[in-house]
């Protein structure tokens, strides 16, 4: 698994596993689209994905499911054109997910980022 190196020193150790599961499902997403890069886009499918965490059962409270999200990107973000590399960095936008979902954690003294705090960071 490749985490953007500047995101993986300051945070990746808070992250509780089911976040890290979210971001090794968001990593599959982007590579499956033939992305070459990381958004929020692939972040709200790892959630979704991952299935189990509070981030995911929040969003399945709410109405979303797997297979829409996934068409919904699909419509909005076109595939790529070429398989990515070995390394998919982080966009900016999903950066700014993971530092807010690292705050909502900090904020609530909690010791680690959870998918819940992922979902607040989106």
Avoid: W
Wanted: charged residues 20%.
């Amino acid at each position: 698994m490749y985490v953007d190196a500047e995101i993986g020193r300051v945070m990746f150790h808070l992250f509780n596993e089911r976040s890290r599961q979210v971001i090794v499902i968001a990593q599959e997403e982007a590579r499956e689209r033939q992305h070459n890069y990381l958004g929020a886009e692939h972040l709200l499918l790892g959630l979704v994905g991952e299935g189990t965490g509070l981030g995911a059962r929040l969003l399945a409270t709410a109405g979303v499911r797997f297979e829409n999200a996934t068409r919904v990107i699909q419509q909005l973000v076109p595939l790529g054109q070429e398989p990515p590399g070995e390394k998919i960095a982080f966009t900016p936008g999903a950066q700014r997910t993971l530092e807010l979902a690292m705050t909502a954690s900090e904020s609530r003294r909690h010791t680690e980022i959870c998918t819940g705090h992922l979902l607040l960071g989106l």
